[in-house]
């Protein structure tokens, strides 16, 4: 089992060199030697409850329909991030460790990863006990359980679907494998705010490592105007936009991806938004500035006294 242990930036290196995540930044240090290989990797993050899983699920099935093979990971202890993709609650890799009580190597591929909508491969990562452990030890594990498997040798695209707009450090784990983190936010002043604390977070891990920030996805919303104020202030830019549209909420208590309901021309023009996110992420874009706002100008900017 993979080794983890939280160390304070100083006693971090590469090369010799002192290597930290962040000014003051106290971080579960993964193993270097895992790494997720040559699939395009993305991280998606975004205040809770603002609709990760139900992007990422839909994300995850325009990439599929693009002919990639994709794999899609949940870290977040609820293990729900894939829940439309194969209609049920999947037992988590937590789960699956406890089975063979801890020892790794006793694992099936079958035991932690399962089939989903239009051949996307699912996993939970799921969490420690509240109160107990570190998400970022989980993330760690699937990871190094997915490429003992060789599953990430036959895939194009990962999708990291992370809890919430938590700021610590093992939350903020898949970043350490992903090439571009992507916002997910609604057109409010709450998850702007907690965009600013992700975005500071990304600057931060990408100091080290490879990630860079890929854009905003504006999610349950038919204005943009703030998000637009935002970004013109940052130098972020808006990659998609999905309305405030009850298909879309009604599609997860379907069970089912928004490529599963009638093409309705509503619903067909949420489907072709992301047929044109997942083509756009494929193909690449030119990273965007790390650079986040002190929290009283995002005050002073959205409006208030």
């Known amino acids: 089992m993979m080794e983890t242990t939280l160390i304070a ?23 270097p030697s895992v790494k997720i290989g040559t699939a395009k990797v993305f991280a998606i993050y975004g205040k809770g409850g603002i609709g990760k899983s139900t992007t990422s699920s839909n994300l995850s099935a325009a990439f599929s329909k693009l002919g990639k093979r994709v794999l899609q990971i949940g870290c977040d202890p609820k293990h729900d991030s894939t829940f439309t993709l194969t209609k049920k609650l999947n037992p988590t890799v937590i789960d699956a460790l406890e089975t063979v009580d801890f020892h790794a190597e006793e694992l099936r591929l079958e035991d932690f990863v399962f089939p989903g909508y239009n051949g996307v491969m699912c996993v939970e990562a799921g969490g420690p006990p509240a109160g107990t452990g570190c998400g970022g030890y989980v993330v760690g594990q699937t990871v ?94 808006t990659m998609a936009h999905f309305p405030l549209l009850d298909e879309i909420r009604k599609s997860r208590l379907k069970k089912c991806t928004l490529f599963e309901l009638d093409p309705t021309p509503e619903v067909k023009a949420v489907q072709d938004e992301y047929m044109r996110l997942a083509t756009a992420l494929w193909e690449g874009s030119d990273p965007l500035p790390s650079i986040p706002m002190k929290d009283r100008d995002i005050f002073d900017l959205l409006g208030f006294d």
């Open 9 to 31: 930036p100083s006693q971090i290196t590469r090369g010799g060199k002192p290597r930290g995540d962040g000014e003051g930044s106290v971080q579960v240090q993964m193993d």
């Open 144 to 237: 190094k359980l997915l490429k003992e498997h060789h599953l990430l040798e036959d895939t194009d695209v990962v999708i990291f679907d992370v809890l919430g707009d938590v700021v610590c450090g093992g939350f903020a784990a898949p970043l350490q494998h992903a090439d571009r983190a992507l916002i997910v936010t609604a057109n409010d002043f709450d998850s702007i705010f907690a965009m600013n604390r992700i975005v500071q977070a990304i600057g931060a891990k990408s100091k080290n490592y490879n990630v860079r920030l890929g854009g905003v996805i504006v999610n349950r919303s038919d204005a943009t105007d703030q998000v637009d104020k935002f970004n013109a202030a940052t130098g972020l830019k």
